[in-house]
């Protein structure tokens, strides 16, 4: 598994990030800390947390100061107790204040991701095939970074956009005049080698799309015991993806009912950032 950017892509958005913060100079650290004074710095969690991001010290102090040297890096998908070092930084001691925040904002959203998704694979029960995946609402710009994270905590990925896959939301089942009808349109136009998914928000439209040979069927908004009766219609005929009030707390069941993904929002529109500090260590 590789939770890792493309270097172009992790260049970009890390750019972004320090224009924003450092676009106009760092007037406190260039008047008070003298450019030769040295420093070593470790980031230690405040809380236990799973690891990733590490790549994402490594290009923020690249791109303020290629002196400053990254070590101790603890890999990705490593649950860290509260306390611990992820990752230590040396070099210039201007260079290692001027990077700090945007390192650390970085770290805590990632890893608040991460740590979330283990949270609801943890639940699955053991030895499921059940997939806990993430959804398109992600913070907008980082996107490819937050899909990164929900893998190093044991999640999969959803589609990557809307050009990635063909999913027929409700919006489009009423604008193509029914759920054949959208998936009979999707199937003419799209590439043989994409499948077929469709949304449906009544146990009626699950059969309309069985029938119209979806490929996938996403139960948006099913309670259990809708959930349960779907499974017993599929009979294995297509996935099934549970989406729409998922909390931590239905994970389990709804594995043990049978469904094959299990949608969830909230490993991305909903992860509290943990809580990472930048401790000095040395002069």
Known sequence: MTTQLPPIELTRIVALALAEDLGRG???????V??????????????ELVVTGGAIIGEVFRQIDPAVRVFDLVNDGTLLSSGAVLARISGPAASLLKGERVALNFLQRLCGVATITRRYVDALPSGSKTRVVDTRKTTPGLRALERRAVRAGGGHNHREDLGSAVLIKDNHVAAAGGVSAAIQRCREQAPHTSRIECEVDSLAQLEEALAA???????DNFDDA??????????GRAILEASGNITLARITKLAQIGVDVISVG??????????????WEED
């Open 26 to 32: 760092d007037i406190t650290t260039d008047a008070c």
């Open 34 to 47: 003298p450019p030769d004074v040295l420093g070593v710095c470790a980031f230690r969690s405040r809380a």
């Open 213 to 219: 040979r979806a490929d996938i069927v996403l139960l």
């Open 226 to 235: 809708d959930v349960a009766r779907a499974v017993e219609l599929n009979r």
């Open 266 to 279: 909230a490993l991305t529109h909903s992860a509290p950032s943990v809580d990472i500090g930048l401790d």
